[in-house]
């Protein structure tokens, strides 16, 4: 939360230039809003600051494609950074494109575009697209559940599933090369069981929202596959989804069924989209019009927009995710304002009642994008002054 | 709703919100502010505590939210609706049973005094964390917790055919290893060896060195199945169950019944 804490000296010191300025502007925000009785009022308004300082740096960049000057990079607060700078950084290394993570020294990007402070920062590997973020190598290796139970699009430990899934695909590092300390298929028992341990110390950080390294495994698909992981992964989807499903929260957005209206879900896929434009894949929960409790919590991978709307496409922790970045499962708005699930076509019907955001989507991404900036400042050692 | 005072006061505490290294200063600053508060706006003092509860918990902070939400609910402002505090202090220590059953006993007596909060649903949820509904009535959003709850307990408690007529195969395929196994050892035990195949196998086949005890029990299973003198004992999943894995230690005692 370092962030809010230069937010807030901002504030009292007002000597920052466009932070202080986002900071009041922030504030009128809170102050002119109602109040939302179950939400997080300071990791909201941090999401909100880092939101505003994304959108400014891709306004920034989306000007200078205008301008035509595919050089042209963006500072820490958006504004274009000198073309002198541009040219000398381009003269350094021509084929390093200066954006977060990119595989450039200090000496040849500046360290506020190679660590932005702001949600860029999520897209790591430098380059990555929110459709890279889909499909079977980052998705957990077994599904959510198909149990006994009639209502099997709704039955399970879903948002556990989402959540767990998306804090693997943001602060897990893996690399499939690097030598563990301890060999997990080792045949000697004592370096299994050393092994085992290490890797649930990396699971464990991982669900405590910190960054890791993960060596020897490609993929959560590959580690979650293992069966001396597997099962501390499964504990784990299932304690989140309690923190989140079973308290209060949770179960204010499961219980609505009613439809809630064009306007509203026109509001909530505007908030998908616009996390989605920030490199995040947010979790939401709908529950099936007329059916409270009928709820289910899935990731949105991305979204189609075509000439009959908006389309959000769907990571179902009950589909196998193989085809997930063709956009199989959808969901969309039609011209009555009903919301449907094409996910639910089996069901006896596929309209939506409820649905939300999840409530955590805010405070996990502010500390996601946290974690992450200060893993790129250490790597692309931006610590120091220089 | 909160108030600009609030608002503005949480946001000249100047201090980061719940970065573990830096919480303590936090907590200094918006402790000294409730020292001021405390006798004059006990209302707002309860703002600031449930602000802060709900921000710990968004940030995982589980012990610490529970001891924020306590707080707000000593200030005991009358005319706050109190449900939200009185239910996320039952989740937050959902593994703590006593305490869960002083703070249902709480929640009872919130109800009984203010019984137009205690709505349908709720009550439901109440009787899903109580284990008083029958599996078969939980809503489905509440189902696989209260079938997994049900199934240790009626495990623990020998009674298998029960606990088994709570699990199915099917798409246990594409499922996590503990459902397969939890499957895998009450087919066992009311099927028999005849039970027609353990859907842990494929994991076993995959990899065969593993000393994972899920894949140990799996192992211990198919040569009972085989009928083969097994490479594994009860005595070592035992041995292993307690170190790694406590809470599922019922499972060694209920091989023992194979």
Redesign the interface.
């Given at each position: 939360?370092?962030s809010?804490?230069i937010l807030?000296?901002c504030?009292?010191l007002s000597s920052c230039n466009q932070t202080g300025i986002g900071?009041v502007s922030l504030?009128k925000n809170?102050?002119t809003s109602?109040?939302d009785a179950?939400?997080?009022?300071?990791?909201d308004n941090?999401y909100d600051n880092l939101k505003k300082k994304t959108q400014n740096a891709h306004k920034a960049e989306s000007a200078a494609d205008k301008a035509a000057d595919p050089k042209c990079e963006v500072d820490l607060h958006g504004n274009p950074v000198p073309k002198d700078l541009e040219d000398v950084l381009a003269k350094v290394n021509p084929g390093c494109a200066c954006i977060a993570w990119a595989n450039c020294s200090k000496d040849q990007c500046t360290c506020s575009l190679l660590c932005p402070d702001n949600f860029d920062i999520l897209k790591h590997p430098a380059g990555q697209k929110i459709k890279d973020l889909t499909g079977s190598e980052n998705s957990l290796a077994?599904?959510n559940?198909?149990?006994?139970?009639k209502?099997?699009g709704?039955?399970?430990?879903c948002w556990g599933h989402a959540n767990i899934t998306a804090q693997f695909n943001r602060l897990a590092f893996f690399d499939k090369n690097k030598k563990a300390p301890y060999d997990i298929?080792?045949?000697d028992?004592i370096i299994?069981?050393q092994a085992?341990k290490y890797y649930k110390d990396i699971i464990d950080k991982v669900a405590?929202?910190k960054i890791v390294d993960i060596p020897h495994f490609a993929d959560l698909q590959s580690l979650s596959d293992?069966?001396?992981?597997?099962?501390h992964?499964?504990?784990k989807?299932?304690e989140n989804?309690?923190?989140h499903?079973?308290?209060?929260q949770g179960?204010s957005v499961?219980?609505q069924s009613a439809s809630e209206g064009m306007n509203h879900y026109k509001k909530v896929f505007k908030g998908v989209k616009d996390r989605l434009d920030m490199h995040i894949q947010p979790v939401i929960v709908f529950t099936k019009k007329g059916s409270?409790?009928?709820?289910h919590a899935t990731q949105v991978s991305h979204y189609i927009e075509d000439t009959s709307g908006m389309k959000l496409c769907i990571r179902d922790s009950n589909i196998?995710p193989e085809n997930e970045k063709s956009c199989p499962y959808f969901m969309s708005i039609n011209d009555k304002g009903e919301l449907n699930y094409s996910g639910w076509s089996g069901e006896d019907t596929s309209e939506i009642g409820g649905l939300d955001l999840g409530?955590?989507n805010n405070?996990d991404a502010v500390?996601h994008a946290?974690e992450l900036r200060e893993k790129c400042l250490k790597d692309k050692d931006c610590k120091k002054k220089g | 709703?909160?108030s600009?005072y609030f608002?503005?006061l949480?946001?000249?505490?100047?201090?980061?919100?719940?970065?573990k290294k830096?919480f303590a200063q936090w907590e200094d600053k918006i402790l000294k502010e409730v020292q001021k508060l405390e006798k004059t706006q006990p209302e707002k003092v309860y703002w600031l505590y449930l602000?802060g509860a709900?921000?710990l918990?968004?940030?995982?902070y589980?012990e610490k939210a529970s001891q924020y939400y306590e707080k707000a609910l000593k200030t005991n402002p009358k005319s706050e609706d109190k449900?939200?505090i009185y239910?996320?202090l039952v989740?937050?220590n959902?593994d703590n049973k006593s305490k869960v059953e002083s703070y249902l006993k709480n929640l009872d007596q919130w109800f009984e005094s203010h019984p137009e909060k205690a709505?349908p649903?709720?009550k439901?949820?109440m009787k899903v964390?109580k284990g008083t509904t029958p599996v078969k009535n939980v809503?489905?959003?509440?189902?696989?917790?209260a079938?997994?709850h049900k199934i240790v307990e009626l495990m623990k408690e020998n009674k298998f055919k029960e606990a088994y007529s709570?699990?199915?195969p099917?798409?246990?395929e594409?499922?996590?290893?503990?459902?397969k196994i939890e499957y895998d050892v009450l087919s066992s035990l009311v099927v028999g060896k005849e039970s027609p195949r353990l859907y842990c196998g494929p994991?076993l086949k995959k990899?065969p060195?593993?000393?994972?005890?899920?894949?140990r029990i799996c192992r211990y299973l198919t040569d009972w199945k085989n009928g083969t003198k097994s490479t594994e004992s009860v005595s070592t999943i035992r041995q292993q169950l307690k170190t790694?894995?406590p809470k599922r230690i019922f499972y060694a005692d209920v091989l023992e019944k194979l």
């Open positions: 939360m370092k809010l804490m807030l000296s504030l009292i900071a504030i809170i102050v109602p109040y179950i939400k997080g009022v300071i990791s941090e077994f599904r559940t198909k149990g006994n139970s209502h099997q709704s039955n399970g430990y298929d080792s045949s028992p299994q069981n085992i405590d929202n293992h069966p001396s992981l597997q099962s992964i499964a504990d989807v299932a989804w309690a923190d499903a079973m308290g209060f179960l499961a219980l409270k409790f009928f709820t196998n409530h955590n405070a500390s946290e | 709703m909160i600009l608002t503005l949480l946001f000249s505490l100047q201090a980061p919100a719940f970065d830096d602000a709900r921000e918990t968004l940030f995982h589980k449900t939200e239910i996320q989740n937050l959902r709505t649903e709720i439901e949820w964390v809503p489905p959003f509440l189902l696989r917790w079938t997994d709570l699990v199915s099917e798409g246990l594409v499922k996590d290893i503990n459902s994991a990899y060195n593993s000393i994972a005890w899920p894949i790694e894995d």
